[in-house]
């Protein structure tokens, strides 16, 4: 069992910056691929970015590439996003979760999810 929780999500304006935490349980945190997602309302769950255990390799969404970047710590069990350059369209729920395998751009490869932390960008 894979607990995730994330915070730092708040209300920012335009062209701000954010840096969001989601915080793992477990002893093997350094073998977990994680990712970011968001889902906005009526709108589907989308991703924005993946890491794998090592750090190594990293993947994003062509809408968050230059603007957003993924990072962890296992010495801390965290994986971070931190968001520049901030826009209202960027408002949504954001979702860290555990990748179990295949391709990272789903939301179906992922099997634990946090709970999600709101950030809301402000024109």
């Known amino acids: 069992q894979v607990q995730l929780v994330e915070s730092g999500g708040g209300l920012v304006q335009t062209g701000g910056s954010l840096r969001l935490s989601c915080a793992a349980s477990?002893?093997?945190?350094?073998?977990?691929?994680m990712g970011w997602f968001r889902q906005a309302p009526g709108k589907e769950r989308e991703f924005l970015a993946a890491?794998?255990?090592?750090?190594?390799?990293?993947y994003y969404a062509d809408s968050v590439k230059g603007r957003f970047t993924i990072s962890r710590d296992n010495t801390k069990n965290t994986v971070y996003l931190q968001m520049n350059s901030l826009k209202p369209e960027d408002t949504a729920v954001y979702y860290c979760?555990?990748?179990?395998?295949?391709?990272?751009?789903?939301?179906?490869?992922?099997?634990?999810w946090g709970q999600g932390t709101q950030v809301t960008v402000s024109s």
């Open positions: 890491i794998t255990g090592s750090g190594h390799i990293r």
């Open positions: 477990g002893r093997t945190f350094t073998m977990y691929d």
């Open positions: 979760a555990k990748h179990y395998g295949g391709t990272y751009y789903a939301t179906g490869r992922y099997d634990y």
